[in-house]
């Protein structure tokens, strides 16, 4: 039900825009976020945003470089990341659920729609 994509090999500084186009799942009504998972390390929160878009949450690690948006009319949510640095590698998971509240957007154990994932890998 959610399909992501535009992961790559990128340079340090270099920027990349992900996208995961959703189906089956009532987007308009999901909060949706960003996870991403480096190997040997857990699953964790990048970035999330409200059913309206108004709203945008991220992780501190990220803030200022990555953002988050979503397209209600093409079904799918984006997240620009720029500036990137060798230590955002990871597979990046896009996930999405009506019932995530602000106080739950960080929490991957929120979200029951998953993505495949995408490789990010940035080169030094």
């Known amino acids: 039900q959610l399909q992501a994509s535009g992961g790559g090999l990128v340079q340090g500084g270099g920027s990349l825009r992900l996208s995961c186009v959703a189906s089956g799942l009532t987007f308009s009504t999901a909060v949706m976020g960003w996870f991403r998972q480096a190997p040997g390390k857990e699953r964790e929160f990048v970035a999330g945003i409200s059913r309206s878009g108004n709203s945008q949450y991220y992780a501190d690690s990220v803030k200022g470089r990555f953002t988050i948006s979503r397209d209600k009319a093409k079904n799918t949510l984006y997240l620009q990341m720029n500036s990137l640095k060798p230590e955002d590698t990871a597979v990046y998971y896009c996930?999405?659920?009506?019932?995530?509240?602000?106080?739950?957007?960080?929490?991957?154990?929120?979200?029951?729609?998953w993505g495949q994932g995408t490789q990010v890998t940035v080169s030094s």
């Open positions: 996930a999405g659920d009506q019932t995530v509240t602000t106080t739950t957007v960080r929490l991957s154990s929120a979200y029951h729609y």
